[in-house]
Structure formats: C-alpha cells, structure tokens
C-alpha cells in the first residue's frame, strides 16, 4: 500500500508469516513516518481521506493506517516497519438482493437480519438455532468489523462467549464483566473516525499502548510489473498471548475459497522468506459456508438510526 509522495524506493523484505508487532502510530504524519524509517521517505503529508462511490453516489473513505513495528527480538531477527490500513466507509454491508444487512452488537458480533428483524432489533434463528447476538445492535459498516477485530485483539478484550468442549455449545463467559467483554466504537467516536480524526482510537490504547499484536504477513505480487510488496492480511489477528492459530487458518481458508488473495502468498507460522514457500505449504482450502454476497444498494436504509 503506499500514500503520500516517496522520495525513495522502498525496500521489500519479502517475508511470509506470523510476526509480532507494536503500534508506533495511527495515520502518522510526514515526519513520523520519515523518522521510524531513518530516511525521507515521504515528501508531502499523507491524505488519508479517499472518496469513493457506490451505485453513482460519493462517500467519504477513512483509511485507518496503523504504522507497526516488528522487532528482531520478537521476530526471530527481522526488523521492519509495515503499514496496516483499515478503510471504514459510511455505507451499510447489504446482501445481493437487497433484503439482508449486516448487523454488529456492543460485544463485536455480528449477523445478518432482514428488515423487519433489523426494525424491531430482533435475532435472526438459523437452523442451529438463534445468533450469538444482543438486541443492542446496529448497521455494520463498511470496514467496521475489522477496525473493531483488530483493535479488541489488541487490547486482549475478553469474548462474552465461550465455548463448552463439554457440552459442546456456546455460554456466556461468566469470568470477565459484561463492560470489560465489550468491543464497540461509540457513535460519537465512529463519527470522528469517518470524518479522519483518529484521536477515539489513540485514546483507546492509550493504557495498554505497550501491548504487542500478531499479524499474518504476506506478500502480493503486482499484476502490472512483477514487483513484489508486503501486505498484512486483514481477516484475523491474534494478541500476544495466543499460540493456537485455528481462527487464523480457517478464516484465510475461507478467504482464498472466496477467491481473495489470488495474487498474494501467505504461509501460517514463522516468519520465512517467500521464495522459500512452496504450494503444499499454503493453508488447505476448507469448505466454506457462504455469507450472503454484499452489495452497494441497500432496500432500507439501515444507517437511519445512526446520527451520520
């Protein structure tokens, strides 16, 4: 990904894997970036602002840009900065045909409601029964679910649900308090972010900014000239504490089955050189239970109870 004006041309490192990561900055300025990398690499200030539009109407994007760094010590060795974006748009996730959106509670969790379900804020049942969901829910934005992953993780916020290997069923987690399991960004606070003010999201790790998160590296091949480029996948990320990589392998195994990532290497496990990566090393394909295809024109508007 790139923003800004460079001055110079960047160096790729071509790695694959699981590395640890600090947040050095949210949408640095001109001269924290040019200071973490030791070199002018950008001439003019980033703009992280896009404009962007849907079914001929023009909506603002909010590039979310976390600066990261990964320390020898924590990676075996290998030193880098990378960039991490997180576009969050003022457009609801709607299905395909118009009659399901997307819905997140105050716990992070989200489902799919048609519209009367949406209007009377009631759960959708599934044949396995209703969603893990509250009635305290909203119209997901677009990018809003993985802002809200990353940053949780990074907090190392508990789940309010676990999991019985006993029972084999969900219940809620009886160990942490309902406010410590929540994960949600304020209205207020969402629409700063929209607007680009990033200050919600300083704010919030603000105590816990020594904090490490793990994140997947990849490396993307560019379909015009060859050229190779790190990227960190966006699906799933784990806090510093977790060793069990389960989440992570059948979230990018679902994510490929879909057809994303098509001009991107990734490898599960520590980090290695890309050219070191051979196809039987990648994440199995698993079989995929297909959420409903989003769209850019809702029937309803699902955002009318948010004051944007």
Same mark, same amino acid.
């Given at each position: ?53 849907? /079914?001929? !109407? ?5 590039? %979310? $840009? ?7 010590? =924590?990676? +075996? ?111 207020? /606070?969402? !629409? ?5 003010? %990033? $200050? ?7 105590? =816990?900014? +020594? ?98």
């Amino acid at each position: 990904m790139a923003f800004g004006t460079s001055s110079a041309k960047p160096v790729f490192t071509r790695r694959t894997g699981i590395g640890v990561a600090k947040i050095v900055a949210i949408n640095p300025t001109m001269k924290e970036i040019n200071d973490a990398f030791g070199r002018e690499v950008y001439t003019s200030e980033p703009d992280y602002m896009r404009d962007v539009e849907y /079914d001929g !109407k023009s909506y603002k994007m909010s590039r %979310v $840009t976390f600066l990261l760094k990964f320390d020898a010590a =924590d990676n +075996d060795g290998y030193d880098d900065y990378h960039f991490l974006t997180l576009p969050v748009t003022n457009r609801a996730v709607a299905n395909s045909d118009n009659s399901k959106v997307q819905v997140i509670d105050e716990f992070g969790r989200t489902a799919w409601v048609t519209q009367d379900e949406f209007a009377k804020k009631a759960i959708p049942v599934y044949s396995n029964g209703p969603a893990r969901l509250s009635n305290n829910y909203h119209a997901c934005l677009r990018g809003e679910e993985a802002l809200v992953n990353f940053i949780s993780t990074f907090l190392v916020t508990p789940s309010i649900d676990v999991y019985n290997r006993t029972t084999g069923t969900w219940q809620t987690n009886t160990r942490d308090s309902v406010d410590d399991c929540k994960k949600e960004i304020p209205t207020e /606070d969402m !629409k700063k972010i929209l607007s680009g003010d %990033v $200050t919600p999201i300083r704010g919030y790790i603000e105590n =816990d900014k +020594d904090n490490k998160i793990k994140v997947l590296l990849g490396v993307r091949t560019d379909s015009h000239d060859g050229r190779k480029y790190t990227t960190i996948y966006d699906g799933c990320f784990l806090n510093q504490y977790q060793t069990k990589t389960t989440m992570l392998e059948r979230t990018l195994a679902e994510d490929l089955s879909r057809g994303r990532f098509t001009d991107t290497v990734f490898k599960i496990g520590p980090l290695v050189e890309v050219d070191s990566v051979k196809p039987d090393d990648l994440t199995t394909k698993v079989e995929v239970k297909t959420a409903p295809t989003t769209t850019t024109k809702p029937s309803f508007d699902p955002l009318g109870d948010l004051p944007f």
